[in-house]
């Protein structure tokens, strides 16, 4: 099949949205053929959080070749800039039973990042969320909006409304999400940690639900980030888990070392779970760590930003970004859909320089019952350049295909498969001119790759 070539667009650029620059592609087409397209609008820093952050989606009816304007689905409002509260690092998914779309993401409050986040899930064990005044005194917030003692759970005089802010007596205070600053009195602030989310939309992608906070299912209190895996999730298709919503996360332990898992729902999403780490009883020296006590000597073995695909015979799988310093990406299987993983291996066919990158299964690129597996990252084991698209038709044994899709900076990606047989792609890239990053779109026909082989 003949495809004129495409030429990439610039399809989130800096100064557009009111936003400074943009980050962290995730890219999927619906079943009815919507795509839909997913970034951070870093409103005034390109940097990660702390920084006001906000999620945009653009989306396109025709494949790509056109775009509607901008749309905001989640932000939180508080302080702005870069002390503002953030919603970051997005990843989707549609339920192809429901045809729910589903995008998790990282939630901070004002002047909380990675790196500064409290452990603990901000929650009681009643799934109440945990408030603080500038004295660290602890009071719980109810389903209602009113404010409770943690203590001796006394109904005081504050409440909060759905957008997060705070009444006292009916006078309007702040947000619960304004970064903490112990001068003010009669604040009240949401534990400074990081906070799993979702939205979720039903139409398309035209309007979102309100945000659902997760933590109290799937963070443990020894946790203080967790965030997605940027990109997109997937659905089981085969095996006693099929129709499992699956997603990959990471998380840092008290100790500031990061590990990845999965979480996974069998009922739709109306309730998470989460998996077992590849690091947990990881084989180290004649003896076994895990996520919880990984620690400065064991540094090398951390796992962060990762993505999945599915065997045909219902194995999955996980690529993973690491820290071992052998410039590849790291590799697990699960033959329980996500809940443990096997011994971790290495590809040194897939290169990589420490940086997030995409993968997806295609299952109609052969005429065959073979499927083509895509990856996408830069072509570097030390820098952020040179996007390659590398497919594999053994299910990643061999790697005998590859293609450039950009030269020069090439940072995050994120793939699907369009409605005209093409591959769709989302990349960042940042211009020397500038120094901003902006989110690039294009497309690409990957059966031409792939004939004869």
């Not at 839909?36 to 906000?54: C, F, W, Y």
């Not at 702005?80 to 989707?92: F, Q, S």
């Not at 309007?172 to 009240?188: C, H, N, P, R, V």
């Amino acid at each position: 099949m003949l495809v004129e070539e495409f030429q990439p667009i610039a399809l989130f650029s800096p100064g557009e949205g009111n936003s400074q620059a943009f980050r962290i592609p995730a890219l999927i087409q619906t079943k009815r053929g919507t795509l839909i397209a997913a970034g951070d609008a870093r409103l005034v820093s390109q940097r990660d959080n702390p920084n006001e952050i906000k999620n945009v989606i653009r989306r396109s009816f025709d494949n790509g070749k056109t775009w509607g304007d901008y749309q905001t689905t989640i932000e939180y409002f508080g302080n702005l800039g870069l002390h503002g509260p953030a919603a970051i690092d997005c990843a989707l998914l549609q339920d192809q039973v429901t045809e729910r779309i589903w995008s998790l993401y990282c939630h901070t409050p004002g002047g909380v990042g990675a790196f500064s986040s409290w452990a603990g899930r901000g929650f009681d064990e009643k799934g109440r969320k945990i408030l603080y005044n500038r004295h660290l005194y602890p009071y719980i917030l109810a389903e209602d909006g009113k404010v409770y003692t943690k203590e001796a759970e006394t109904l005081t005089d504050y409440t909060v409304n759905g957008d997060g802010q705070v009444f006292k007596s009916g006078k309007k205070l702040g947000s619960i999400y304004d970064k903490f600053d112990e001068t003010k009195d009669w604040f009240l602030y949401e534990t400074p940690t990081s906070y799993l989310q979702f939205i979720y939309s039903d139409d398309e992608g035209a309007t979102w639900s309100k945000a659902i906070d997760i933590n109290k299912q799937v963070k443990e209190e020894w946790m203080s980030f967790i965030g997605a895996g940027p990109g997109i999730g997937i659905q089981l298709t085969k095996g006693p888990q099929k129709g499992r919503l699956l997603f990959p996360i990471y998380f840092m332990n008290r100790a500031g070392f990061f590990s990845c898992s999965v979480i996974y729902s069998d009922d739709h999403g109306a309730t998470w779970q989460r998996g077992a780490s590849p690091n947990d009883q990881r084989s180290f020296e004649l003896k076994a760590i895990s996520a919880e006590s990984l620690g400065q000597e064991l540094k090398r073995y951390e796992l962060t930003e990762s993505q999945l695909f599915e065997k045909n015979d219902g194995t999955l799988v996980v690529y993973m970004r690491n820290h071992f310093g052998k410039g590849c990406v790291a590799k697990s299987e699960s033959t329980d859909g996500g809940i443990t993983w096997q011994e971790l291996t290495f590809v040194p066919e897939l290169v990589n320089p420490v940086c997030q990158f995409s993968l997806l299964k295609d299952s109609t690129a052969l005429s065959d019952d073979r499927n083509a597996l895509l990856f996408l990252g830069p072509n570097s084991t030390t820098e952020r350049e040179n996007g390659l698209l590398r497919i594999s038709l053994d299910e990643g044994k061999t790697w005998p295909i590859a293609k450039e899709i950009a030269s020069g900076s090439f940072i995050y990606s994120s793939m699907t498969k369009l409605k005209d047989g093409q591959l769709g792609i989302l990349y960042e890239t940042q211009f020397e001119q500038d120094g901003l990053i902006r989110l690039m779109f294009t497309k690409l026909a990957i059966d031409t790759l792939i004939e004869d082989r």
